[in-house]
């Protein structure tokens, strides 16, 4: 199983943005599928954006144009860069990782990840 460890969460105010980061370890290479998932007290855990080992993308439509995910194979890492925040963006943010390769279209399903992280909370004031 693949070690998961999140970091950037912030407080914010509305409009602002964060830099979530995920660094993965305890696998020589890197995992194929890498995704964010977020938490908010009292909700469902939903996926937020995942990246496939062939750089494809999915986003939730909440946070399209809003939400870039992105991986340096070379550093294991994961990112997910946050722009113009929201307060319903406010939520404790995981990532998510497996290494067997998933297509496009069922990245934000949590049932394609086997390891994830602690979380990192994001708090969005209006």
């Known amino acids: 199983q693949i070690q998961l460890a999140e970091s950037g969460g912030d407080s914010v105010q509305s409009g602002g943005s964060l830099r979530l980061s995920c660094q993965t370890s305890g696998y020589a290479y890197p995992a194929s599928t890498l995704a964010w998932f977020r938490q908010a007290p009292g909700k469902e855990r939903e996926g937020v954006a995942g990246i496939n080992v062939r750089e494809q993308t999915k986003y939730a439509d909440a946070v399209k144009g809003r939400f870039t995910i992105s991986r340096d194979n070379t550093q294991k890492t994961v990112v997910l860069q946050m722009n113009g925040l929201l307060p319903e963006d406010t939520a404790m943010y995981f990532c998510?990782?497996?290494?067997?390769?998933?297509?496009?279209?069922?990245?934000?399903?949590?049932?394609?990840?086997?390891?994830w992280g602690q979380g990192t909370q994001v708090t969005v004031s209006s």
């Open positions: 998510a990782a497996d290494l067997r390769a998933t297509s496009q279209w069922d990245l934000l399903r949590s049932d394609r990840y086997n390891s």
